[in-house]
């Protein structure tokens, strides 16, 4: 088991490689560069580069453990045929209009070079905050058979917390990584972290990267 708040994950005590996912989610060139949208918006990009090296750590411990990787990207088409005028209207406002910034076709896009994406890794791309949105995600966890999901990522209280909400309805069994997701606004983080925890862990449990390491190193794992 994983020492968490407010109980220990999974809550079963059975804890198992194959059917449990890390999901990084959003560690895009667009959120955490100093040209990207995050930063056009006026937010500091550090808080979400601060967490490469843990998300880092968290990888290199799930692949060994033998626990799935997946990635998402938030993005538009090119030709921009699925946003709606209510995104149209919201990319102009945001200063993004005639940008390449959220697009699919853009470098912006690709998820940052500190991150190793791995041959065997799954890439969910998104036009929504939540995962699950217009995409394959759900259908992806079903058909590999996972249960439980671990998170990290950017932002805490828009992306994850979202994709962590719709996943929690969907019955996955949740946790969520502290110190491996992170926002440009503290208190939104703080917040979102510790909405999580209330009502006995409505949205699952939290713990840090830590105590997912810990527990991982002792699952039987590849070649081990």
């Known amino acids: 088991m994983i020492k968490a708040e407010p ?9 198992i490689a194959e059917t449990t996912a890390l999901i990084v989610i ?10 990207g949208y995050f930063a056009r918006q006026g937010s500091d990009p550090g808080p979400l580069r601060a967490i490469l090296p843990t998300v880092n750590r968290l990888i290199a411990a799930a692949r060994a453990a033998g626990v799935r990787i997946i ?4 993005g538009y088409r090119a030709d921009m045929a699925d ?5 149209k209207w919201r990319r102009k406002r945001a200063g993004l209009e005639g940008t390449e910034i959220l697009l699919r076709s853009s470098p912006g896009f690709q998820i940052v070079a500190e991150i190793e994406v791995a041959p065997e890794d799954i890439v969910v791309d998104k036009t929504c905050n939540g995962a699950f949105t217009y995409t394959d995600f759900e259908h992806v966890l079903r058909a590999q058979g996972i249960t439980h999901l671990l998170f990290s990522g ?29 926002s440009g606004d503290r208190y939104a983080h703080e917040a979102a972290l510790h909405m999580v925890t209330v009502e006995n862990g409505i949205f699952g449990a939290l713990t840090d ?3 997912v390491i810990a527990a991982l190193s002792q699952l039987p794992g590849k070649g081990r």
């Open 7 to 15: 109980f220990d994950f999974p809550y079963d005590g059975r804890l």
């Open 26 to 35: 959003d560690l895009q060139e667009d959120f955490l560069s100093t040209t």
């Open 71 to 74: 990635h998402t990207r938030q």
């Open 83 to 87: 946003m709606t005028p209510y995104e």
């Open 154 to 182: 950017c932002t805490t209280d828009v992306c994850v917390h979202t994709t962590l909400r719709e996943a929690c309805d969907r019955n996955f069994q949740c946790l969520t990584i502290s110190d491996a997701c992170a």
């Open 209 to 211: 990267s830590t105590a």
